[in-house]
């Protein structure tokens, strides 16, 4: 149980086109979930918890027009990288903890590469 | 927010060697975890450990909250229990800071 998926897996775009990345939490209910970004040999960073039928909220330092994030469902949420550009490559995950409980499950990231 | 300061950040060693990896923190925390992230990226969850001691096959795992560090233990390391080790700490509701990592090779 506690599965979480991403889609897609990996994705190259132009740079200024938008890219929309998907967070599914397959067999349980997530009224909330987290992105992260992770540059090459680096930990990884919160950018933004993001919270079904609610704003999201970002960390500092994080651009929210630029990171745009939609919790639509229960199992759905979204984060659209708009105007992309080299700097934003990177490898994006997010993780929802089961309703109620603190343990967080990790999606298996998406691979973005701006040219 | 919290710091998380995971140790060593480098360690090298045999098969069949035994290893301890520790994570400190900065403040209180009511969810600790530890991951193994796979070479494709894939965050594995080792343990949910924000107290106590808990035993999953050749690893373990000890936080003591009330000194603010968690240790993980693997026992007869494997070469497949290469990859790198984060730990990470939250308020609860909150998303997880991460450590830095270590990064563990074990030669064969």
């Known amino acids: 149980g506690a599965v979480v998926s991403q889609h897609p897996s990996r994705v190259i775009c132009k740079s200024g086109t938008s890219v929309k990345i998907e967070c599914r939490s397959l067999?349980?209910?997530?009224?909330?979930m987290f992105w992260y970004r992770q540059f090459p040999k680096q930990s990884l960073m919160l950018m933004a918890t993001?919270?079904?039928?609610?704003?999201?909220?970002?960390e500092q330092g994080v651009e929210k027009d630029k990171f745009l994030i939609n919790h639509a469902s229960l199992t759905l949420s979204t984060l659209t990288v708009t105007s992309a550009h080299p700097e934003d490559s990177s490898f994006y995950i997010c993780s929802a903890p089961q309703t109620g409980r603190h343990e967080q499950y990790f999606g298996p990231g998406t691979r973005l590469t701006v040219t | 927010g919290i710091q998380v300061e995971q140790s060593p950040p480098d360690l090298i060693l045999q098969e069949g060697a035994n290893s301890t990896l520790r994570c400190n923190f900065s403040d209180s925390v009511n969810n600790l975890q530890w991951f193994h992230q796979n070479p494709w990226g894939q965050l594995i969850n080792l343990f949910y450990?924000?107290?106590g001691t808990k035993q999953n096959g050749r690893l373990s795992a000890t936080t003591v909250a009330t000194e603010r560090y968690s240790l993980l233990y693997i026992s007869s390391s494997q070469t497949t229990d290469s990859g790198v080790y984060f730990c990470?700490?939250?308020?609860?509701?909150?998303?997880?800071?991460f450590g830095k990592g270590t990064h563990l090779i074990i030669q064969p």
């Open positions: 993001s919270n079904e039928g609610s704003k999201a909220t970002y």
């Open positions: 067999d349980f209910q997530a009224t909330t």
């Open positions: 990470a700490g939250g308020g609860g509701a909150d998303g997880l800071t």
């Open positions: 450990i924000p107290s």
